[in-house]
Every structure is written in structure tokens, then in C-alpha cells.
């Protein structure tokens, strides 16, 4: 009997001491590892300053981040602090999961350097609901190794997209078994829409009064068909199935570091993606990173051109990033903020911004002589100049689960036509027929 | 009636409600959660957005949307073909060829055999996962320790057939469960009936057919009953080895469902796709339940 005791006490000790770290913390924070070198020092530099406060760290892989949260943020059960991609702060505060922070940020004296453009992004219905981390643009990065073997020019400027179709088929010709990498398909998530099919999209159309976007902005109408979006996914069929210089699979990767490897080892020759690879390529937390030299030895980058077609855009970008943002559920909303501006505390986030080559979204962070001195981030701040942001509204996020699901037909060899009707129909079963429209 | 009520049962109801609330608890859990899914397949409920708010009814439109739009069709058919190459034909078939090859074995044969069956079995379906991706990239083993010694140029096999790749994994993986039924089921038969046979002068073959498949049927369907309900509604190998892709061509329907319940985040049509989903399983479940009576 005393033996059956003594083992249900030892139980009931474990069983608390397992516990007692989730009920000792005091906050918690959500995030993409990628992000890890930003939010675990911001939360050393809290837990010193606040001692006896503990935050609980839920670090996950960028690989299903973006289902996870939304699922936490639905059943009420995620963490104070959750970072968020920024096309997804509309949807998340238009179903009342963020609570807005201006009244907290009015007290906060660095808030005066955030660019007001930038706090678009995190904002809906004129409320602040997140602060960036970073904005980005996009370009085609290529392994110059690849591009000496297969004798094309290097620095690389195609001025149109068969230029760059061209050169992909030498690449292919010369052995390089993916040439050009477009993110395609449900598994690339938002790399899908962003990286591959809005950057081509953008020159595939006139850039007046939205005929080359997703939305008519003014009309506050999506469109469900349109040249550019047909143009688009014409040249996902040319690169994926008619001459097979993309290989569909490494959409679908297990593992996207091995993407990353494989375009380092020369497997893939041309990779279309954004400013963080500087960095993320090897390592987004700045782990065993080459210096910049040796880097700018293995690969190099250029604008994306657009389709060619006269009155287009010759170059095109467009920028997103990420946040962090506080759950409404929080129980204590003013020591999350706390937390909140101790990780976009100045020191750590130029830390963060210039170690990482992360473009910046703060004018202090942005004139500091450590961040204008880089010269990767100068190069990029000039692509800047000329960018637009994604259809930040409500309803965006489903917009862009059909334009991935459109880019995963293509995958399976459905024709253009088919694809697009199945994209119109989509919208029109999400928003109604009279939120739709056709540009002819 | 109630005359008929032992006076024990009778003086004991209190004590007999308490007995039964752990059942009433269960029964009431499993009602609730496949209400639920019933409730929200006829509304437009989604996980983010406006529509997670403020959701309507609309009906049987998500039933409708399964015929109507791609995906659900063509995720059923990808599903059809995993469910009986890889358990209807492999598992059972492999699993009942083993588990008749190692019958009359004992010692290190079988030994090793069900050793590496069982290890198939055990290992968690993410690092299989791994393993098989490992294995069949143009970079894996097959390619770097078969194919290209032989001088052959290195092939992407899971690029190219990538349904294939998940099948065989599948059998690789799940076969151990229809050898022990089957192992177990074999054993139960007496030798003397096999012998009386083979005294008749019937033949291995006709031994295997007319003798030992008719007395184990019921275990046949038991085990159909179980691995076509599994590998029905399988996900995890499947999602992490290919993520349902290249496109759509190894999208099941469970990967199916959860891209469009939380990738996309339509609730209400991810409902209606789980009630398919179970209507499908359960009509399955039902034919294999009558193949489980003798015949008459």
C-alpha cells in the first residue's frame, strides 16, 4: 500500500514539474525559425529587463507556418505574440483575432520612424495591428557557375521573358536538370503567388488601371480573368510542360532547405525568389554565412523583366515582409507590448536588419551607417524604387490558395483555358459573380 | 416489462447511471464532433477572413461544388488507386504470400523477415518520409548506389512517378499488419485438412484455393475491412513525402481536405469533404462487414 502511494505521489510530482514551465511563463511568442535571431534575442534582452518574467517560445518551421497560425488563431488558443506574414494582417484583424495596437504605440517614442507606407501593410480599417520586421524585393537569382558552363553572359540582364526562357534552355541543354525554378503549386504556398506568378504577372499586362493585378483596386473587384493572368500561366505551361525547363517536384519538396542546397550545388540554374536569399540561401539566422564576397562568387541577381511587350514594365517587383502582432485574446496586452518593443527595441532590430541584409522598414535603422554602408542592401534598396504591394484585403488569403491551385494545374499539364475558367469560377464561389470581373 | 427487471437492477439504477456515464460521455463526444461536420458542410464557415464571422447557409452548394469544381473528383480517383495498389493488391496480397512463404520456416529466416517487416511498420511515417525521398530522388540511393555505378544517368523517380514512389512506400510500410493476420490466420488452420487434401491429390495451387482461403475469408475481410479505412483516410507518409504533389497527381483526399479546410481555409467545404469521405468509407466498410458472414 505504501509502495502504490509512494509511486502516485511520484506520479503527481512529475506530472507538476512537467507542467510547471508552461504555468511558471508569463508570455509567449509565436514565430517562423527564420525569424529566431530577431525574436530570441528581443526576448533575452525582455526576460533581463523584467526579471522573473519567462516567455515561452513556439518556434516552428516556415514549412506550414502560415495553417498553424491560423488554426491557433481560430480555436483562441495562440500564444500572446504571433508573427505574421503581412499579407495576412488584413484577414486575421477583419476576423477580430489581432487586437489593433495604436493607443499602446502612442506611447512608444520609436514608433516615429516606422514608414507610413509600410505600416499599410499592417493596418486595416486605419488601425495599426503589427509591426514589420522587414520589406523585401524580388528578383531571379542564378548560380554563376551554372551560367559559365552553359556560356551565358555574366552580370546577366534579360530584357524580356524569352530572354530568360532562352537562356534557361542553354542551362538545360548544358545539363543543369532544373533551370529555372518558379515557385509553383499548394506546397510553395504564398512563394507561389509572390515570387513566381505576381512578378511575372506584373509585366504580362499594361500597368494602367490594374489590367496586369489580381484586383481592380478602385472597383474593389477581383479579376477572374484577364491577358495578363492568361500570359501568365502561358509562360508556367512554357517553363513547366512544353519544354520542361522546371522540374514540378522541387515544388514540392520535403525539405525547402534542400531547395536552397540544390541551387548552391548548381542543380537548379536559375531560382526566381527575394532579397532574403542574400542571406537565406545558407542560413536566415546568419549561421556559417559566407562572407559577401565569397557569396557574390557563387550567385548573383537581376530584376525580373517583363514580357516584352511594348508598354509594359521592363523590370518588375513587388514587395511584401513580415510581422508581429499581438493575439486579441492576450491577457495582458501592455506586457506583450512591452515584449513587443523590446524585440523592434533599436539595437537589436539594426542587429537583426544588418546581419541579416533585411531591407528596412524604420528611417533610424534605415540612415544608420551600418545599414547604408552594405552595399547588397543598396543595390536592393534601388529595386525598391519601383515596387507595388499584394491586394491586402480581406479575402486576398483565399485568392491566393486559387492562384496556387491555377499554378498547380499547370503542373498536371491542364491547358490554360481550363485553368483559368476553374480560377473564375473559385472567385466567383468565394465572392459572388458581381465581385468578379473579366478584362478583356 | 418491469416486472420482468431483476430487483437487483432495479434497487441498483443510481449506482448503474454512474457506471454508464464514461459511455454516455463518449457516445455524446462522437455525435458532437460529426454534427458538427455535418452542421458546417451546409455553410460557407471559414477559418479566416469575413466569412469566419459572419458565415451562412448556402444550402448544398459545398456538395454540389464537389462535382461542380475540380479537385474532389480527381483527388477521389488518386485516392482509389493508392487505396488498392498499395493496400487492396500490395499489403494483402505481399503480406498473405509472406506470411505463406515463412509458415513452415522457423530460425533466423523468419526471424530477419519479420524483424524488417516490423521495422517498416514501427517507424514513424515522417521519418519514412525522409527515407523514401532519400531513396528515390535523383540524388538517392537508388540513384548513387544502383543506377549510376551501372553507368545509367541519374532519374528522378520521384519527380517523374511520384504516385508510384508513395504506393510502393505505402506497401513497404503497411505490410507487417496483414502479415500477422495472416500469419495468425494460417496458423489456425489444421494440418491434418491440408494433408487430407494433398492425400486427394490436389495441388499447391488448388490447396491455397480451395482449401485455405475459404476456411481464412473472414480474416481476409477483417483485413481488407481495416487497411482499405486506413489507407483511405491516410495522410501523414503521403503529405511528407510529396506534399500531395508535383500538381495535384498524388493529392489524396485527405491531403485534399486539408489543403482546403486549412491551406485554403473553407471549413464548410472541408466539412463536406470529410462527410464524403465517410459516406465513401462506410459503404466500403459495409460491403467487406458481408463478406465477414459464412456463406450459407
Known amino acids: ?440 | 416489462m418491469a416486472s420482468q427487471t431483476s430487483p437487483w437492477l432495479r434497487s441498483a439504477r443510481g449506482p448503474m447511471f454512474v457506471a454508464m456515464l464514461p459511455a454516455i460521455v463518449l457516445i455524446v463526444a462522437l455525435i458532437y464532433f460529426t454534427g458538427w461536420a455535418v452542421t458546417y458542410s451546409f455553410t460557407n464557415l471559414e477559418l479566416t477572413g469575413p466569412n469566419s464571422l459572419n458565415w451562412k447557409w448556402i444550402g448544398v452548394d459545398n456538395y454540389v461544388r464537389l462535382f461542380t469544381r475540380q479537385g474532389f473528383l480527381s483527388s477521389l480517383w488518386v485516392t482509389v488507386i493508392f487505396t488498392f495498389f498499395s493496400a487492396i493488391v500490395g499489403q494483402s496480397v505481399f503480406g498473405f504470400v509472406l506470411a505463406a512463404a515463412m509458415r513452415g520456416l522457423r530460425g533466423w529466416g523468419r526471424t530477419c523477415v519479420e524483424v524488417a517487416l516490423m521495422l517498416g511498420w514501427l517507424l514513424p511515417d515522417i521519418v519514412a518520409a525522409f527515407l523514401w525521398q532519400a531513396t528515390t530522388t535523383d540524388i538517392g540511393f537508388v540513384n548513387t548506389l544502383i543506377l549510376q555505378p551501372l553507368g545509367f544517368p541519374p532519374y528522378d523517380f520521384l519527380a517523374n512517378y511520384a504516385l508510384v514512389v508513395v504506393i510502393v512506400a505505402n506497401i513497404w510500410k503497411g505490410t507487417a499488419w496483414s502479415y500477422l493476420l495472416f500469419s495468425a490466420a494460417l496458423d489456425s488452420i489444421s494440418r491434418e485438412i491440408l494433408e487430407a487434401a494433398k492425400v486427394d491429390g490436389a495441388t499447391g495451387l488448388q490447396r491455397t484455393w480451395l482449401v485455405t482461403l475459404p476456411i481464412i475469408r473472414p480474416h481476409i475481410a477483417t483485413n481488407m475491412l481495416f487497411i482499405t479505412i486506413w489507407t483511405f483516410t491516410y495522410f501523414a507518409l503521403i503529405y511528407a513525402l510529396t506534399g500531395g504533389g508535383p500538381g495535384s497527381s498524388t493529392e489524396v483526399l485527405s491531403i485534399f481536405m486539408y489543403h482546403q479546410s486549412f491551406g485554403v481555409g473553407k471549413l464548410g467545404y472541408g466539412a463536406a469533404i470529410s462527410i464524403a469521405m465517410v459516406l465513401i468509407v462506410g459503404v466500403l466498410s459495409v460491403f467487406y462487414l458481408r463478406q465477414l458472414k459464412e456463406p450459407k
Open chain 1, 1 to 440: 500500500m505504501l509502495k502504490r502511494n509512494l509511486l502516485a505521489a511520484a506520479a503527481a510530482v512529475a506530472i507538476l514539474a512537467g507542467m510547471a514551465p508552461a504555468l511558471a511563463a508569463d508570455l509567449s511568442i509565436e514565430y517562423n525559425d527564420s525569424f529566431a535571431a530577431l525574436v530570441e534575442n528581443g526576448v533575452k534582452n525582455f526576460e533581463a529587463a523584467n526579471p522573473g518574467q519567462k516567455v515561452n517560445l513556439v518556434k516552428l518551421p516556415g514549412d506550414g507556418y502560415q495553417d498553424r497560425v491560423a488554426l491557433d488563431l481560430s480555436s483562441g488558443s495562440a500564444p500572446d505574440l504571433i508573427m505574421v506574414d503581412s499579407f495576412l494582417v488584413a484577414e486575421y484583424a477583419g476576423s477580430n483575432y489581432l487586437l489593433p495596437l495604436d493607443d499602446m504605440l502612442k506611447g512608444w517614442d520609436q514608433f516615429q520612424y516606422y514608414s507610413k507606407g509600410l505600416l499599410d501593410v499592417a493596418s486595416y480599417n486605419g488601425k495599426v495591428y503589427a509591426l514589420p520586421t522587414d520589406t523585401d524585393v524580388r528578383m531571379l537569382w542564378y548560380n554563376r557557375a551554372d551560367f559559365a558552363k552553359a556560356g551565358l553572359p555574366d552580370p546577366w540582364t534579360p530584357k524580356t521573358w524569352d530572354d530568360v526562357l532562352a537562356a534557361a534552355q542553354k542551362l538545360k541543354d548544358a545539363g543543369v536538370t532544373d533551370a529555372w525554378l518558379i515557385p509553383a503549386g499548394t506546397k510553395a504556398e504564398e512563394a507561389a503567388t509572390m515570387q513566381g506568378f505576381y512578378m511575372a504577372m506584373l509585366g504580362a499586362g499594361s500597368p494602367t488601371g490594374d489590367a496586369n493585378r489580381l484586383r481592380v483596386r478602385a472597383d474593389d473587384k477581383w479579376i477572374g480573368d484577364s491577358p495578363a493572368i492568361r500570359k501568365t500561366l502561358q509562360l508556367y505551361h512554357e517553363v513547366y510542360v512544353d519544354k520542361k525547363l522546371g522540374v514540378g517536384s522541387d515544388n514540392y519538396t520535403l525539405d525547402f532547405a534542400a531547395t536552397n542546397k540544390a541551387f548552391l550545388d548548381g542543380k537548379i540554374g536559375i531560382m526566381a525568389s527575394g532579397s532574403w536569399e542574400n542571406s537565406c540561401l545558407w542560413d536566415c539566422n546568419g549561421v556559417n554565412v559566407p562572407s559577401q564576397a565569397d557569396r557574390d562568387k557563387i550567385v548573383a541577381w537581376t530584376p525580373w523583366p517583363g514580357n516584352g511587350e511594348p508598354g509594359n514594365k521592363t523590370t518588375t517587383n513587388i514587395s511584401g515582409g513580415w510581422t508581429i502582432a499581438i493575439s486579441a485574446k492576450a491577457p495582458d496586452p501592455a506586457n506583450s507590448f512591452k515584449l513587443l518593443t523590446a524585440i523592434f527595441d533599436k539595437k537589436n532590430f539594426l542587429d537583426w536588419t544588418v546581419s541579416g541584409h533585411r531591407m528596412a522598414v524604420r528611417t533610424d535603422i534605415a540612415t544608420d551607417p551600418a545599414y547604408t554602408a552594405d552595399p547588397f542592401l543598396a543595390k536592393a534598396t534601388e529595386l525598391a524604387k519601383d515596387t507595388t504591394g499584394r491586394d491586402t484585403v480581406p479575402g486576398y488569403a483565399k485568392v491566393s490558395a486559387l492562384v496556387q491551385q491555377a499554378t498547380a494545374d499547370i503542373l498536371d499539364g491542364k491547358s490554360v483555358d481550363d485553368v483559368v475558367k476553374e480560377y473564375h469560377d473559385g472567385l466567383v464561389d468565394e465572392f459572388g459573380a458581381d465581385k468578379v470581373v473579366t478584362i478583356q
